[in-house]
């Protein structure tokens, strides 16, 4: 029987400033796809008969959530679950304030896909600017600049083309989107958001969900370096089951690459070879494993792994170092200054950090870093060094983004501050790994 390939996930985000219609888009698309239950459609329709007119209010789906924010309630990022006979979604609804870029960066943190709202009469605004970088920043592979409100501006080509211009000339200093996509459009009345609109015959590309089915995302994952964070040691120590009784595996998420039985691999910190035994799934054991499945590992040497230890291919071998360069967004109210200890959790571990410098601070008017600032503020993005109390074994974030990445926490409160993003290692940064211990 040929094996069925699993419906793709693709997970997204919508990004804008207040008002430009990120709620009625996402309640488009669940409304068009047909993905919502009866009683939601009910619920909307009666609604619509109430404020008369008939006209659906799509942004009611997601609203809900608003009101809750309205009373200090802060709900940090939505996430909506929707599906197509092509594909599985996932769209993380952040909020468009300034202040909630936070929230941005933590729902763009494991997006394929960026949609950025662009409100067609206001045009470019900071928002725009700052929704764009930050796309950039986290890596994300594949944009979408969603020129909403085209009604309001008579679906006129030319304000289109102006709109496009102006992001198009400030995109190449925010490195390589994998592709860039501009879409006319309205929301409100569907317009090339599930179905292409007649309105627009001098735009030849696609529709919003056309896209989203279609965008090329297998790429987007890193296969060719095999990192395995180990998150447990699995003993299940079954008296019972005579096979169980001597098992002993290594269990985690593949954070990137791929791993057949029979291959050599080395252990870091410790820098031991060995070779894969076997590899367990949820279904049983298999031959080969791909990220991101969570698998359990069992190697043919006995050896002393624990949680927080890495898993590694013999090629392209990741950075150790206890001195970090990395670029974070800021995200408490109180200000980051040089000297201040945190906690630093990396994959499966927790170290002690203390930052040792502020380099940098990002001007997001010029996108230029400003250097040596006196501190970072709220939604500052900036780069800092750091410094932690044992070696990281990390790969940069433009490789990896499981294992270049990183979270700051706040000793005493344990309230994360700050979420990080790592440059490569510095070849010296690389030792001790020409002589594994065999």
Known sequence: MPHSHPIELLRFNTCGSVDDGKSTLIGRLLYDSKSLMEDQVEALEKSADITGGGQINLANLTDGLRAEREQGITIDVAYRYFATPKRKFIV??????????????????????????????????????????????????????????????????ARFNEIR?????????????????????????????????????????????????????ASDRNFSTFRFPVQWVNRPNNPTNKELHDFRGLSGQIASGIVRQGQEIVILPAGIKTKVKEIWSYDGAITEAFCPQSVTICLTDDIDVSRGDMMVGLDNLPGRSGDLQARVCWMNLRPLTAGKKFYLKHTTQMVQASVTQIENRINFTTFDAEPNP??????????????????????????????GSFILVEQGTNATVAAGMLFPPLETARPEYADFAI
């Open 92 to 157: 993380a609804d952040t909020p468009g304030h300034v202040q909630y870029t936070r929230n941005m960066v933590t729902g763009a943190s494991t997006a394929n896909l960026s949609i950025v709202l662009v409100d067609a009469r206001l045009g470019v605004i900071e928002q725009t600017r700052r929704h764009t970088y930050i796309a950039a920043l986290l890596g994300i592979p594949h944009l979408v600049i969603a020129i909403n409100k085209m009604d309001l501006v008579d679906w006129s080509e």
């Open 165 to 217: 211009d102006e992001i198009e000339s400030f995109l190449p200093k925010f490195g390589a989107f994998r592709d860039v996509k501009f879409i006319p459009m309205s929301a409100l009345s569907g317009d090339n958001v599930v179905d292409a609109s007649a309105k627009t015959p001098w735009y030849e590309g696609p529709a919003l969900l056309h896209h989203l089915e279609t965008v090329y995302i």
């Open 374 to 403: 006196a501190a970072l503020g709220l939604n500052d993005i900036g780069t800092i060094r750091l410094r932690t109390a044992k070696p990281l074994i990390f790969d940069g974030y433009e490789t990896n983004r499981l294992t």
